[in-house]
């Protein structure tokens, strides 16, 4: 039957206090913190950030004259140049006005959503040591003598230490607020193009930036009326108005529509301000610069071109380079336990220990994917016959209680110990240690146009797939994590997706 396109607005519910990502399904349990948070006005916690900042400023003092002047860390002080704390009030004042100006001009405050902990850490550790350098300057005007140059050393490493570990912890509370709806921003996408996916994208793979996406719109039939994994289609774009009144309350409208709709977009931008909601459009060049962008010159007149894949030239061979010696060692520490399991495999049922199956690599290259074998001889005959148990959406066949799987095929998949046979493939050059799930070729030939992106790179034993959610995700919310690795790429985000992973393993979401 054919729906409306309004009709899929009345399918969501968006009265739930709210989720810190679309991929995490359960409501959480009432927070007593979070009730408490929700209770200080949203104008406050800048200024309430800036006063702990303050605190932990005179603190960081106070811990650097211990240091100095009682530790005696390093050097030890002449009973002549011993200063009583309070000959440091001035410096101690001086510190809590500059450094906060500091952090100002150099982006530590406002809060910006999406900055890493360790870009806050390092931008307050240079802020520090800019607003310390200026104070030792004056001081060497005003009292050459008196202080001491280590005292300045150990303010600005305590300060930068302080610091850092207080935006730890409210890292930490704002993940789990965020679980209960504080600080999640709603947002509504209009369009589904390339760069709305990209959107979507990013907000699959960054649960960290608070953000929900409520839903997007879209002029595009097969789009606007059409499910993109968890997010929610609610018809064309001439919706707006209808979809804002709601789903209320919408705190900011992405427009993601070519610049040749410019007029469509100024009406967007009305509605929105009518609606007092905030809007903000995405420019066609933003694709190039996502996609990185690499300019010549011909006699003066500039060549512009694009690159999709950022795993190319030197940064595959430094892939390569680590994959290599990550699955080298692998190998050799996990040789003992690849025997156990492989006694435990012929123990428990009859057929061979390695099971291989064809899967398609990068660049649509089929090979043979190596795993320790979890279900009985004759699985893949009798797929057929389970066919109406799938859950999964899309090409994927996934069964939570499979009876394929053997007694200890179920103890090999809780702990993807079934996958240790993989690190033959990433040696041969087939697989990575991280990359996109490697895909069936019948699940390969359901793909759309924009599916194939994630064939561009090898696939990997772990990615963003597995530490998201793994056969718990939908088909496209896969796919929309995979490709935002290939477009995302850098040893920074493997490195991050491998320490994830052992977390996600022992959590057992989605292993099965």
């Excluded at 100024?266 to 694709?287: I, N, S, Y």
């Excluded at 099971?355 to 005959?381: D, H, L, W």
């Excluded at 070729?441 to 994630?454: D, F, G």
């Excluded at 597995?466 to 985000?493: A, C, H, K, P």
Aim: aromatic fraction near 10%.
């Amino acid at each position: 039957m054919k729906r409306s396109p309004m009709a899929t607005i009345d399918r969501v519910n968006i009265t739930e206090p709210g989720f810190n990502t679309h991929l995490h399904r359960s409501r959480p349990r009432p927070s007593r913190l979070a009730a408490l948070v929700r209770r200080v006005p949203a104008s406050w916690w800048p200024y309430l950030l800036v006063a702990s900042d303050m605190l932990l400023i005179l603190l960081a003092f106070g811990g650097a004259y211990y240091v100095r002047y009682h530790l005696q860390w390093f050097r030890a002080v002449d009973p002549a140049f011993q200063v009583d704390l309070w000959t440091y009030v001035p410096f101690a004042l001086a510190l809590v006005v500059v450094l906060p100006l500091a952090f100002r001009f150099s982006g530590v405050y406002p809060y910006r959503r999406g900055r890493s902990l360790l870009e806050e850490v390092y931008t307050i550790g240079t802020a520090t040591t800019g607003g310390v350098v200026v104070l030792i300057t004056a001081s060497l005007f005003f009292s050459p003598l008196l202080y001491s140059r280590l005292i300045f050393l150990y303010t600005a490493l305590l300060v930068t230490l302080f610091l850092g570990l207080s935006r730890f912890t409210i890292a930490l509370l704002r993940s789990h607020l965020r679980a209960y709806g504080v600080g999640v921003e709603r947002m509504l996408l209009v369009g589904a193009g390339d760069v709305g996916r990209m959107v979507m994208r990013t907000v699959a793979a960054r649960p960290d930036l608070g953000y929900h996406l409520v839903g997007f719109l879209d002029d595009n039939p097969l789009k606007g009326k059409t499910d993109i994994g968890p997010f929610k289609a609610l018809g064309p774009v001439d919706n707006l108005h209808q979809v804002l009144d709601t789903y209320r309350p919408v705190d900011r409208v992405i427009i993601c529509l070519p610049w040749q709709s410019h007029r469509m977009i100024q009406r967007l931008l009305r509605t929105c301000e009518r609606h007092g909601v905030r809007a903000q459009v995405v420019p066609d060049l933003f694709q190039l610069t996502k996609n990185q962008m690499e300019v010549e010159e011909l006699n003066g007149i500039p060549l512009i071109s694009t690159r999709d894949v950022s795993i190319r030239g030197w940064n595959r061979v430094v892939k390569r380079a680590s994959d290599l010696v990550l699955a080298g060692v692998g190998s050799l520490v996990a040789l003992p336990l690849a025997a156990l399991i492989a006694v435990a495999i012929k123990l428990d049922s009859p057929g061979p220990v390695i099971y291989s199956q064809t899967r398609i690599g990068r660049n649509g290259q089929p090979f043979r994917c190596y795993k320790f074998r979890s279900m009985v001889v004759g699985a893949e005959e009798l797929r057929q016959e389970l066919r109406a148990q799938n859950e999964s959406s899309g090409p994927l066949f996934k069964i939570r209680n499979d009876p394929r799987r053997t007694r200890v095929g179920r103890f090999l998949r809780r702990w993807s110990l079934d996958e240790l046979p993989q690190l033959i493939n990433v040696l041969r050059g087939e697989m990575s240690i991280v990359g996109p799930r490697p895909n069936l070729p019948e699940e390969v030939e359901q793909y759309e146009e924009w599916h194939k992106k994630r064939l561009t790179v090898s696939p990997g034993i772990t990615g963003l797939w597995q530490v998201s959610g793994r056969s718990d995700l939908t088909f496209d919310e896969m796919v929309l994590l995979d490709i935002y690795y290939v477009e995302n790429w850098s040893l920074t985000l493997d490195l991050a997706i491998m320490l994830r992973s052992l977390p996600a393993i022992v959590r057992a979401r989605g292993a099965y």
